[in-house]
Nanobody, 117 residues
Framework: QVQLVESGGGLTQPGGSLTLSCAASLNFFSNYVMGWYRQAPGKQRELVAAITSDGSTNYADSVKGRFTISRDNAKNTVHLQMSNLKPEDTAKYYC???????????WGQGTQVTVSS
């Protein structure tokens, strides 16, 4: 059974930093595209950042230059370093894994990030 477990969320002030981590119980983890999504109350879930098996990354325009996604294939983990956080970054953040061309997606339970003064 695939499990994605997020950690690292919390409360921080505007301009602060947080690092999210996702531990994945996946065979052949390195073959998966790993991503971070977020969902704020009343809004649709949106892609924040993703990293492919070869390390290519893409980011939502709203987080470019502030967030960095990385993966450690030896530890089956993916991280999201977030800096210069803004109140609009407040959301529940979800870890996602998929292995193209399979349509299967796996999701974690999410971790809350709140940016407030």
């Amino acid at each position: 059974q695939v499990q994605l477990v997020e950690s690292g969320g919390g409360l921080t002030q505007p301009g602060g930093s947080l690092t999210l981590s996702c531990a994945a119980s996946l065979n052949f983890f390195s073959n998966y595209v790993m991503g971070w999504y977020r969902q704020a109350p009343g809004k649709q879930r949106e892609l924040v950042a993703a990293i492919t098996s070869d390390g290519s990354t893409n980011y939502a325009d709203s987080v470019k230059g502030r967030f960095t996604i990385s993966r450690d294939n030896a530890k089956n983990t993916v991280h999201l370093q977030m800096s210069n956080l803004k109140p609009e970054d407040t959301a529940k953040y979800y870890c996602n894994s998929r292995r193209p061309p399979s349509p299967l997606n796996y999701w974690g339970q999410g971790t809350q990030v709140t940016v407030s003064s």
